[in-house]
């Protein structure tokens, strides 16, 4: 039983194309998060919903936007994909609402590469 | 600043002998501090967290933490360590935030288990 789940695990892209990545966590949690891990393993957040409401945005390009149609649910797109997006995309998911108490439950990522 | 140090990008041990891998931080209010281990190609995976309590905090796998307050520091440590423990820990902490709380991750230790 998966508890958090991203597709793809592997996108591969060209330059100014527009890619989405979709997450799903059967926990029950109302908190769901994504993560940008680059090359060095830096992890930095760039978005958190808390029941479909963003609450935390970070500073990300315009580009990327977060879509949560349920609290089950939270999906990624990248317009206008550039080379520096190349990373691994981690989603995660928390019985947190919005106190940070709780951990986190990752997916097993989305390695996106872009040429 | 809110931050979290992990002033090693490596460290190496014997199996069968113990292991620490260290954790400082800098946050306002109380501390609430999360050990997290990532394997190759796999998402992150909570092992324990301090909250409030006992300064000697137990996770899994045997890995347990020490809170010291007055040395804000938060060290994961176990007794014996195993081949199977080689994989890189991040530690993280709750930071403020615009209207709440977010977690912020230390920039992870690389842990070695020579045989």
């Known amino acids: 039983d998966t508890a958090v789940s991203q597709t793809p695990k592997y996108l591969v892209t060209q330059m100014g194309n527009d890619k989405s990545i979709k997450c799903e966590q059967n926990l029950g949690h109302d908190t769901m998060y994504w993560y940008k891990q680059d090359s060095k393993k830096f992890l930095k957040i760039m978005f958190s919903y808390n029941n479909k409401e963003l609450i935390i945005n970070e500073t990300v390009p315009n580009r990327f936007s977060p879509k949560s149609p349920d609290k089950a649910h939270l999906n990624l797109h990248i317009n206008s994909l550039e080379l520096g997006d190349s990373a691994v995309y981690f989603c995660?998911?928390?019985?947190?609402?919005?106190?940070?108490?709780?951990?986190?439950?990752f997916g097993p990522g989305t390695r996106l590469t872009v040429t | 600043a809110q931050s979290v140090a992990q002033p090693e990008d490596q460290v190496n041990v014997a199996e069968g002998n113990p292991l620490t891998v260290k954790c400082t931080y800098s946050?306002?209010?109380?501390?609430?501090l999360f050990w997290y281990v990532q394997y190759p190609n796999r998402g992150l995976q909570f092992l324990l967290k301090y909250i409030t309590g006992d300064n000697l905090v137990k996770g899994s796998y045997g890995f347990e933490a020490e809170f010291n307050k007055s040395q804000t520091s938060f060290h994961l440590k176990k007794p014996s360590a195993l081949v199977s423990d080689s994989a890189l820990y991040f530690c993280?902490?709750?930071?403020?935030?615009?209207?709440?709380?977010?977690?912020?991750f230390g920039a992870g230790t690389r842990l070695f288990v020579k045989a």
């Open positions: 993280a902490v709750r930071a403020s935030h615009t209207g709440g709380f977010k977690t912020i």
């Open positions: 995660a998911s928390s019985q947190d609402r919005g106190q940070g108490l709780y951990e986190q439950y």
């Open positions: 946050v306002s209010g109380n501390p609430y």
